[in-house]
């Protein structure tokens, strides 16, 4: 069980590819049947943590350009929804979400790691230009497994969330290309192959993935498979984009 400085377990929050909070044996995710706002309002405090969230800022985020009489009373329901949620998944609700005149909060006294600030650190660490380059495959790779799939999918329709989703998809894409770039340079063809792969699934329209999924079959002396590899990419991106790759 990880352990806060202060004595209390750490709570986890993954939001790449699916939302998921975890503390010691209890979770909760997006995944359930339960109200997308609530799940928004809660992933949107979490980014914000560190610092008080105003009612004004808190009910645009969530509501975005709807009206409502009584902001205040649609965000004071919503956020005992949101309590109502934790404590059924056995979190200490009333103590997670603080409130006070006129904001909302993430209690700053919980100790909470999230994917999205480690897969950014790493991804600083070893695209900076300024960098020795040296001793960067475990982090390359504790990046790449960080990232399972696009930020928050299931809250993708939010104002607040597309900037952000588009953010750390070019961040990964700049990773792909760079583990695959170092793994090809130093001939690990085979690793290089199953990054690549493993980023198509994520994201079969990126280019720069596909072009070193073929360079990797070719690199290893399967010129038929490289040559297939072309032909299918090329016959996916004129189907379903109509264009073909550059």
Known sequence: ??????????????????????????????????????????????????????INELFHAI??????????????????????????????SQDFILSQKGAYMWNPAWETEVDTDRFESLCRRILDPEGDGKNMRGACLEAFELYRGIFLPRSSEESWVGPMAAYYHTLYQKLVVYMAEKLIQDEE????????QRAIDIDRFAEDFHYYWIYAAYGQGEQETALKRYKDTTDMFYRERLMTPS
Request: hydrophobic letters at 35%; proline letters at 3%.
């Open 1 to 54: 069980m990880n352990q806060s400085s202060g004595n209390k377990p750490v709570i986890h929050v993954r939001m790449f590819g699916g939302f998921t909070i975890t503390m010691d044996e209890k979770a909760m995710s997006d995944s359930d049947n339960r109200s997308r706002k609530a799940w928004s309002l809660l992933s949107y405090l979490i980014i914000k943590r560190g610092g008080d969230v105003s």
């Open 63 to 92: 509501w975005q350009d709807s009206v409502q009489d009584n902001p205040y009373g649609a965000l004071k329901t919503l956020v005992f929804r949101v309590r109502k949620m934790l404590e059924a998944a056995g979190f200490p």
């Open 189 to 196: 063809y085979g690793q290089a192959e199953e990054i690549c």
